[in-house]
């Protein structure tokens, strides 16, 4: 093995690149043996112009499930998102329930008193929307923001090159 | 006695340069202890001791005064051990320094000594001054702290400056209690430490053997939080009094701590902004947080983009592979890391208004309509060479014989 081209590759085995590889092909798999399983989605019909758009909401779904388990819950914006993908599956299937209950309980997420003091430095504006853009960056001071969005950018990337992996392979 | 001691303190400025000049490197060490030293007691000096960046080399160089007068007290202690008093009248400018030295030698030398680490210079300092220090104790404490102020900025006994920053620093926070805006008389200094002396002895940190220094420190810290405050009026001015030795990072820098947790809370947010500005790419020559957000915005945002479009692709991917494959995939994947990072760069050559890579969206937007087909030629043509080259690089010769494999099964 040349040392060089691994240098890009983290030395833990395990890391979150390859967490994520395994759990994302898994998950694909899986969506695509149910597409197959349809009625009516066929298989020779790879080439429809319109695919089911929930299915790509699925695939999407998928992957992020999968990055945000390969991160763990070690990092805030993971476990954020897992709640939420958790959540929207909970509502989807108990639409009956008490939603509204579930959304008051969801908005009552800490307002740190420093958030404010904090996104004055850089913009309201500006912290607002980086706020809406990681997930589980509401409850966030600017700090840890900051922080949060750095590993998250970076679990990004990682998702982006494996996805595109993977579609380079499948669609060759 | 007088002579030496006075030729010395006369000529502050060639010996501090020279001091500093030589201490250059210790007192850039012990700086650092100065920090912390400093910081207990002035807010801008706190501020700098948690705010490692923020103004070193203005600290250094403060420091080197601080620090360049040690050899100097010391000598002055050693050589005039006993009669500072008696020695120092000639000179009017050093009446009220020098008895301050040994005062401030005794306490506040050792006691800044120990916080440099310089244990040497501390003893020499605990074994000269304790017997200046009593007669001096009820004037030179005094005096001390005012003049300590004025000679510093003078620049005339950065020894003072530098002992009585570091018992401004020490015992800062009673300074507030009994501080008065008028730092140049000496008169007011006096009174003023007179009070702080009383009310900071407890919290001065040092032995309890070091009364005397407790009060140096508590009239010192006084002298500091007027320093502190009059810096704002005067930052650099030589002439006025009010200037202190403590290295303010900033001008007109509010002392109190909430201002100092908030330097230090806007430390970590900009070492937090300059990481981020690595991470995303093309941020190197962009300066301020308002521009720089709205790049890390925009990366994100195009990040979480990308990865829509590429489930969006995925989705119409027709899985006709074999299940065996998923082991290469995941292998192929690992190893391509590389290649995928150069894809992303590859792409982002390729349309350089649009950095993060929209220009594989605005190739595949159009053909995700459109058949699969037109899918491969896309890759070929954006990914093949960057793949080609990869593997030239010497990728793992398993890698490349699973990928040709991959691609001969496709």
């Given amino acids: 093995m040349n040392p060089k081209t691994y240098h890009h590759i983290s030395s833990n085995p395990s890391s979150v690149k390859s967490r994520f590889t395994r759990g994302f092909l898994r998950a694909f798999k899986k969506i695509k043996r149910q597409q197959r399983l349809l009625p009516t989605s066929s298989s020779s019909s790879s080439s429809n112009p319109s695919p089911r758009p929930y299915l790509y909401g699925r695939v999407k779904i998928a992957a992020d499930k999968s990055l945000a388990l390969a991160v763990g819950s070690r990092r805030a914006w993971s476990r954020a998102l897992l709640w939420k993908i958790h959540y929207k599956a909970w509502r989807q299937r108990s639409r009956f329930n008490n939603k509204k209950k579930l959304l008051k309980e969801n908005k009552k997420n800490k307002k740190n008193k420093k958030k404010k003091n904090d996104d004055e430095e850089v913009g309201f504006r500006h912290a607002k929307e980086l706020r809406k853009l990681v997930p589980g960056g509401e409850a966030m001071d600017l700090c840890s923001l900051l922080d949060e969005t750095a590993h998250y950018i970076k679990c990004l990337i990682t998702q982006v090159q494996v996805m595109k992996s993977v579609d380079q392979i499948y669609s060759f | ?410």
């Fill in chain 2, 1 to 410: 006695m007088n002579c030496p001691s006075s030729g010395m303190n006369t000529n502050p400025l060639p010996q501090k340069v020279s001091g500093m000049s030589m201490n250059s490197m210790s007192t850039y060490k012990s700086s650092s202890g100065a920090d912390h030293f400093f910081g207990s007691g002035w807010d801008p000096i706190v501020s700098l001791s948690q705010g490692e960046n923020f103004g070193v080399s203005s600290m250094v160089s403060h420091c080197e005064f601080a620090t360049s007068p040690y050899p100097v007290v010391m000598e002055n202690q050693v050589i005039s051990s006993t009669a500072n008093l008696a020695q120092y009248p000639s000179d009017p400018s050093f009446v009220e320094l020098v008895p301050k030295i040994p005062v401030f030698g005794s306490g506040n030398f050792s006691e800044m000594v120990s916080s440099f680490g310089l244990p040497e210079t501390a003893r020499i300092a605990n074994s000269g001054c304790p017997p200046n220090y009593t007669p001096n104790k009820d004037s030179g404490n005094e005096r001390t702290s005012t003049n300590v102020a004025q000679c510093f900025e003078d620049r005339q006994i950065s020894e003072e400056a530098a002992i009585g920053a570091s018992t401004n620093g020490k015992t800062r926070k009673r300074a507030p209690e009994s501080s008065s805006p008028s730092n140049p008389d000496k008169n007011a200094n006096e009174e003023r430490q007179k009070d702080p002396s009383g009310e900071s002895s407890g919290t001065v940190k040092e032995q309890d053997e070091k009364k005397p220094k407790i009060e140096q420190n508590t009239g010192a810290n006084s002298r500091g939080k007027q320093a502190a405050k009059q810096a704002k009026d005067s930052s650099n001015s030589v002439e006025a009094p009010k200037e202190y030795i403590h290295v303010r990072a900033k001008r007109g820098q509010a002392t109190n701590s909430h201002s100092l947790a908030e330097r230090v809370r806007r430390e970590k947010i900009s070492e937090r902004m300059r990481l981020l500005q690595e991470l995303v790419p093309g941020c190197n020559k962009i300066t301020g947080k308002a521009v720089m957000l709205d790049e890390i915005i925009n990366y994100v945002q195009s990040l979480q983009q990308q990865v829509e479009f590429l489930s969006m692709k995925l989705a119409t991917v027709n899985p006709e592979l074999n299940i065996d494959i998923e082991r290469i995939l995941s292998k192929d994947i690992l190893h391509s890391r590389s290649g995928g990072a150069a894809i992303l760069g590859f792409s982002s050559g390729m349309n350089s208004s649009q950095p993060y890579s929209h220009g594989i969206f605005q190739g595949t937007m159009p053909s995700i309509p459109t058949a699969n087909p037109q899918f491969p030629p896309l890759h070929q043509t954006i990914l093949d060479p960057e793949l080609q080259s990869l593997f030239q690089m010497g990728f793992d010769s398993g890698s490349a014989v699973d990928s040709a494999r991959l691609k001969s099964e496709l």
